[in-house]
């Protein structure tokens, strides 16, 4: 469904990285994990997770946008939404898309991996689950370049003192002498923590290379099952 948005806010979240508010003219139904499509032109449709929660986004939709000067391809959407923030105009959207949404029925413990603002798709997820009052244990894995990538670190931990359930585990590749967490790829850290991942359910943002590393990796040698492995990225490799 084609929807017209308000840009209400922009802000930066880390180096290159921004948090978009936006206000759709018409309310969006959709499942946490979920992700919408920014319309850059007729045949030019740009997806990207959506970060907060069906149960608590009061109308709004957050998007984590990683916009590198690299990335053509993110950059474009977020000088298109800065436009439209600074001229007060519109954007258009394509949503709900995708069926890697949270399993709510599920009582299996959950394992949240993401890679870069893949943490928006996981963070819509936690943040449902959250709301909801689930018990079922939660392990979220967020892997990155850098400390200064793991821009919701402080709300992650403050979530995870509050709810026994959650368990938040931060990975970066590249440490300073003061880093106290897990140093190396999210996906070995993972690995080196679980025994066996036959009883979970695994939700998985990042590249499609990590994608389908983590499924064959935890499939192969994790006793992880693949209909219980949900990720964007499985419905094109």
């Known amino acids: 469904m084609s929807i017209q948005c308000k840009v209400k806010s922009i802000e930066p979240l880390a180096c290159n990285t921004y948090r978009i508010l936006l206000h759709p003219e018409n309310p969006v139904t959709f499942k946490a994990g ?31 946008i990683g916009a590198a000067e690299h990335n053509a391809y993110a950059l474009e959407v977020v000088e298109a939404m800065k436009s439209a923030l600074a001229n007060d105009t519109s954007i258009m959207i394509d949503a709900p898309h995708g069926d890697a949404w949270i399993r709510e029925d599920s009582k299996r413990p959950l394992l949240l991996i993401a890679g870069g603002t893949g943490f928006s798709y996981v963070r819509s997820i936690l943040d449902h689950c959250v709301a909801q009052n689930k018990e079922n244990p939660i392990y979220l894995y967020w892997g990155a370049r850098d400390r200064s990538q793991l821009y919701a670190k402080a709300e992650l931990k ?32 993972v690995s080196e923590d679980f025994v066996s991942l036959e009883s979970h359910d695994i939700y998985i943002a990042g590249r499609f290379e990590m994608a389908g590393a983590a499924r064959e990796q935890f499939t192969q040698n994790k006793q992880a099952r693949s209909d219980r492995m949900f990720a964007d990225a499985y419905a094109f490799i």
């Open 34 to 64: 979920q992700y919408l499509m920014v319309i850059m032109g007729e045949k030019d449709k740009r997806p990207f997770s959506i970060a907060s929660s069906p149960c608590r986004h009061q109308g709004e939709l957050e998007l984590h």
């Open 158 to 189: 403050a979530i995870a003192a509050k709810f026994s359930n959650v368990h938040f585990i931060p990975v970066v590749e590249d440490a300073p002498q003061d880093w106290q967490g897990r140093v190396g790829n999210v996906l070995e850290a």
